[in-house]
Nanobody, 127 residues
């Protein structure tokens, strides 16, 4: 069992920065593929960024490449998302997700492949 708690959401002006953090509990964090998804009103939940549990490989949605950075600290059981140069279209609820023993590249982008989810944190970017 993995429990995830996100923090760090808020309101920021376009062009600004925001950092999200996800604290995980449970024995399998260090061997869990972690990801951030987001969901805007009326839209489906989509992958923003993911990080593997082995080599720390990362993957990003095209629209956030070069602006967002995902990282993990296995000693602290946390995964973070640093968001820079934010745009109004980044406005959404952001969710942390975990896939224990996930094989990198298999369902990495699919929300249905992740077994555990946080409650979500709202990010609003004003123009």
């Amino acid at each position: 069992q993995v429990q995830l708690v996100e923090s760090g959401g808020g309101v920021v002006q376009a062009g600004g920065s925001l950092g999200l953090s996800c604290a995980a509990s449970g024995p399998t964090f260090s061997t869990s593929q972690m990801a951030w998804f987001r969901q805007a009103p009326g839209k489906e939940r989509t992958l923003v960024a993911a990080i593997s549990w082995g080599r720390g490989d990362t993957a990003y949605e095209d629209s956030v490449k070069g602006r967002f950075t995902i990282s993990r600290d296995n000693a602290k059981n946390t995964v973070s998302l640093q968001m820079n140069s934010l745009k109004p279209e980044d406005t959404a609820v952001y969710y942390c997700a975990a896939k224990p023993y996930g094989i990198w590249g298999r369902g990495t982008q699919s929300a249905g492949a992740y077994a555990y989810w946080g409650q979500g944190t709202q990010v609003t970017v004003s123009s």
